[in-house]
């Protein structure tokens, strides 16, 4: 096909939602999917979130070329949207006549879209080497009341980075696994630096939620309701933080929280571990060389069972596609185990949600770079990862009250349990005015 290049900056303006969305049926939904003989043909436009430029354009350029050989008859076009206005604009598509086939979604914008009919369920429409080919963890993420709307792609998971020349001069042989530990191992290496050893990385309030369901052993809520008021394990935590932050083992800059702060003092050898993405290690490796080269990774700073998170990128196909056969092949087809497998290598700082790509030596034999060794680590995590906090209407707010008690608490303005209680009292009021009745 003479076709002029596809890659394509979608515009910066979106228009406002101004008609409520109706779900199409599923006979407009099959328009055009396939000729008489059951190929593929027509036309699939993908939006891909905020991966426009190199070395991504010729990645996706190499994707449409393979798909349109395997298929003469479909034409793939391929656009890129800034990822903060990806949900606004898919459910403004839905509300006219041009609309994508398959998009590039979080969790949270794709459940949100799906609770307006605006995403086609693709149970009974993926093959049957697709339903077994994602790690649970991530495939689930694509889910939405017990329907499943979307295909996992690429994720990012916690481990944990520490001053291989501190732990050294500490005698700590290993990464703490609970918070007894953390205390332990923050004293002893504080001792020899004469610097704060640990940052709790609190961000928006996120982190500290999703360290609570890691460590909690039970749920945090059920039903809506908040369970956590007297979870020995959490006000262990928040207790300890508070210690630590008054005996200096916690840098004061912790009551910031962000992880920008952690890799600024990480980086200045002012503190020595921390818990954070593959990501983390970009700015260090060329900021601060020397930090980077004595830094090691290793799992999460909980015990090996516990749950940790992942934050998942996946594909879903709207509801009002005309072209639904083409579009769930070709997701399946972005999401197969040898394509994620490459977009891996092509980002570098990404993992794959397909069982068969995390096998390749990529991730089992990286090398040992702090970087390569980060990647192993947050690959071996995965076997416990799922998204511990889903989305919920009154996110923001439950992510901001946790962000001020565990901050409060941390400065010792209440005791931990206080904190903990109080917490437990403002996220039942979240939940009861925004009327949710979720379980996490």
């Not at 027509?42 to 991966?51: C, E, H, I, N, R």
């Not at 990464?175 to 923050?186: D, F, G, L, Q």
């Not at 039970?218 to 933080?241: C, H, Q, R, S």
Request: net charge negative; aromatic share 8%; proline share 5%.
């Amino acid at each position: 096909m003479n076709k002029r290049t596809k890659r394509i900056v979608a515009s910066a303006s979106v228009a406002a939602l101004s008609v409520g969305l109706m779900a199409c049926s599923n006979d407009e939904a099959s328009e055009g999917s396939a000729s008489s003989d059951g190929e593929l043909s027509g036309k699939v436009t993908m939006w891909t979130a905020s991966l426009a430029g190199e070395p991504f354009d010729s990645y996706f350029a190499d994707i449409e070329k393979e798909f349109e050989e395997m298929h003469p008859d479909v034409d793939v076009v391929i656009e890129d949207v800034p990822q903060n206005e990806m949900e606004q604009k898919v459910l403004t598509s839905l509300t006219g006549s041009d609309v994508p086939d398959v998009v590039n979604l979080n969790p949270h914008y794709m459940s949100n879209i799906a609770a307006q009919g605006g995403l086609l369920e693709l149970d009974g429409l993926l093959s049957d080497e697709a339903k077994t080919a994602y790690v649970d963890g991530p495939y689930n993420s694509g889910m939405f009341e017990e329907k499943l709307y979307a295909l996992p792609w690429y994720l990012t998971t916690t481990v944990s980075w520490y001053n291989g020349d501190h732990f050294e001069q500490a005698g700590i042989k290993e990464v703490p696994t609970s918070t007894e530990s953390i205390y332990e191992a923050s004293k002893m290496l504080t001792e020899k630096t004469g610097k704060p050893a640990f940052y709790p990385v609190i961000n928006d309030g996120n982190a500290i939620m999703e360290k609570m369901v890691s460590i909690a052993g039970e749920p945090l809520v059920e039903d809506g309701k908040a369970t956590f008021a007297d979870n020995e394990n959490i006000i262990e935590y928040f207790e300890t933080m508070q210690k630590m932050y008054k005996e200096g083992l916690i840098p004061q800059e912790a009551a910031e929280g962000s992880i920008k702060t952690g890799q600024e003092l990480y980086m200045a050898g002012n503190t020595s571990l921390l818990e954070g993405g593959v990501t983390f290690l970009g700015p260090v490796e060329s900021g601060a060389p020397d930090i980077y080269n004595v830094s090691k990774a290793g799992q999460p700073l909980e015990a090996s069972d516990a749950p940790v998170n992942v934050a998942v990128m996946n594909f879903a196909v709207p509801a009002k596609t005309k072209n639904k056969e083409a579009a769930v092949a070709f997701a399946e087809f972005v999401t197969n185990a040898d394509n994620q497998l490459e977009f891996a290598k092509t980002a570098g700082t990404v993992l794959p949600s397909t069982k068969a790509s995390l096998e390749d030596e990529y991730f089992t034999n990286p090398g040992d770079s702090p970087k390569a060794l980060g990647m192993m680590e947050a690959s071996k995590s995965l076997e416990r990862a799922e998204v511990l906090v889903p989305p919920t209407e009154n996110s923001a707010e439950l992510r901001e009250s946790t962000k001020n008690m565990f901050v409060q608490n941390m400065q010792g303005k209440m005791s931990g349990k206080e904190a903990v209680e109080a917490l437990a009292k403002a996220w039942d009021d979240a939940f009861e005015k925004s009327g949710e009745s979720v379980t996490f």
